[in-house]
């Protein structure tokens, strides 16, 4: 309703992950460059943490829009799975046929395929994503997986991206083993003051409306503090901001705007961020696969 209002071009703070609006911060850009590294190291187990909604789907779908070809991906979603379901999911997401029969069976087609691929110079990735949730015995059968190598690397690098109660969740005593494998870990933090002004500034920018003064500074400030630098949230307070503005017929979005803004959002009026404990998540993994989709047609 508001994008002619204010001279946009489109919507601005869609939740929908656009490779347009891409913008990494610091903490983004650093843990983008650990999965690089780690990748291109051979490393065997890269641990990627934050809150919820800080990011990590958009730094996932940044590094499978970088891998060079020689890397092909498999990424896993659903944590509801036996540990049989697991290495059949894997073998199937990678493109290999899964045989019918015990899970050591579908081990040995799982071990052959890595084998044919390492032959013909390819590098496969397991992404686990939303991989806290996860039971112990699951993230132990990933630890295994890990164990299917030559005699010179790896031939399945494995990613666990999580929210920070993986952190927690990897420390059990059943999971030290694991643990101890991880060469590799990254978190990604909120977005200070400064960040969360460059990112709206940039959504803005993208969707035309670069070079005018949309928002005063109460505004950026109040949004900050409301979202506490969490980039969905942001964009939840942005849209509903900007609403708050047009109606109002005014060419900026004042501090009122966002305090409207986070009470419309919010069952109690309170932060909005408390949200982020109701969105459903679903988003998050299908954008992921459009990514690995994107990937996986320009590997094969």
Same mark, same amino acid.
């Given at each position: 309703?508001?994008?002619?209002?204010?001279?946009?071009?489109?919507?601005?703070?869609?939740?929908?992950?656009?490779?347009?609006?891409?913008?990494?911060?610091?903490?983004?850009?650093?843990?983008? #460059?650990?999965?690089?590294?780690?990748?291109?190291?051979?490393?065997?187990?890269?641990?990627?943490?934050?809150?919820?909604?800080?990011?990590?789907?958009?730094?996932?779908?940044?590094?499978?829009?970088?891998?060079?070809?020689?890397?092909?991906?498999?990424?896993?979603?659903?944590?509801?799975?036996?540990?049989?379901?697991?290495?059949?999911?894997?073998?199937?997401?990678?493109?290999?046929?899964?045989?019918?029969?015990?899970?050591?069976?579908?081990?040995?087609?799982?071990?052959?395929?890595?084998?044919?691929?390492?032959?013909?110079?390819?590098?496969? +990735?397991?992404?686990?994503?939303?991989?806290?949730?996860?039971?112990?015995?699951?993230?132990? @059968?990933? /630890?295994?997986?890990?164990?299917?190598?030559?005699?010179?690397?790896?031939?399945?690098?494995?990613?666990?991206?999580?929210?920070?109660?993986?952190? @927690?969740?990897?420390?059990?005593?059943?999971? /030290?083993?694991?643990?101890?494998?991880?060469?590799?870990?990254?978190?990604?933090?909120?977005?200070?003051?400064?960040?969360?002004?460059?990112?709206?500034?940039?959504?803005?920018?993208?969707?035309?409306?670069?070079?005018?003064?949309?928002?005063?500074?109460?505004?950026?400030?109040?949004?900050?503090?409301?979202?506490?630098? +969490?980039?969905?949230?942001?964009?939840?307070?942005? #849209?509903?901001?900007?609403?708050?503005?047009?109606?109002?017929?005014?060419?900026? +979005?004042?501090?009122? #705007?966002?305090? /409207?803004?986070?009470?419309?959002?919010?069952?109690?009026?309170?932060?909005?961020?408390?949200?982020?404990?109701?969105?459903?998540? +679903?988003?998050?993994?299908?954008?992921?696969?459009?990514?690995?989709?994107?990937?996986?047609? /320009?590997?094969?």
């Amino acid at each position: 309703m508001y994008e002619s209002w204010f001279d946009l071009k489109e919507k601005p703070f869609s939740l929908t992950p656009d490779p347009e609006f891409l913008f990494l911060s610091e903490s983004h850009q650093r843990a983008l #460059d650990h999965l690089l590294y780690g990748l291109e190291s051979g490393e065997g187990f890269i641990v990627v943490t934050g809150d919820i909604g800080v990011g990590k789907t958009t730094v996932c779908r940044t590094l499978l829009s970088r891998l060079p070809d020689r890397f092909v991906t498999s990424l896993i979603v659903n944590p509801l799975l036996t540990e049989k379901e697991l290495v059949r999911a894997v073998l199937e997401d990678f493109g290999g046929e899964s045989p019918p029969g015990t899970k050591k069976d579908i081990l040995d087609a799982l071990n052959r395929f890595l084998l044919a691929e390492a032959e013909k110079g390819r590098r496969p +990735v397991l992404i686990v994503d939303e991989a806290q949730n996860l039971p112990p015995s699951l993230l132990e @059968q990933v /630890r295994l997986l890990s164990n299917l190598e030559t005699e010179k690397r790896k031939l399945l690098q494995i990613v666990l991206l999580g929210q920070n109660e993986l952190k @927690q969740k990897l420390s059990l005593p059943a999971l /030290r083993q694991l643990n101890q494998r991880i060469t590799v870990r990254a978190g990604i933090r909120p977005l200070e003051l400064k960040e969360t002004i460059r990112y709206i500034d940039h959504r803005l920018g993208v969707a035309g409306g670069g070079g005018r003064a949309l928002l005063s500074r109460g505004a950026f400030g109040a949004i900050h503090k409301r979202a506490g630098g +969490v980039p969905r949230v942001i964009n939840m307070l942005c #849209d509903r901001a900007f609403l708050s503005a047009y109606l109002r017929n005014s060419p900026m +979005v004042e501090r009122m #705007d966002v305090r /409207r803004a986070s009470q419309s959002l919010s069952d109690n009026g309170g932060p909005a961020r408390k949200l982020l404990r109701w969105v459903p998540w +679903v988003a998050a993994p299908l954008a992921i696969l459009g990514g690995l989709l994107a990937a996986y047609g /320009r590997v094969f």
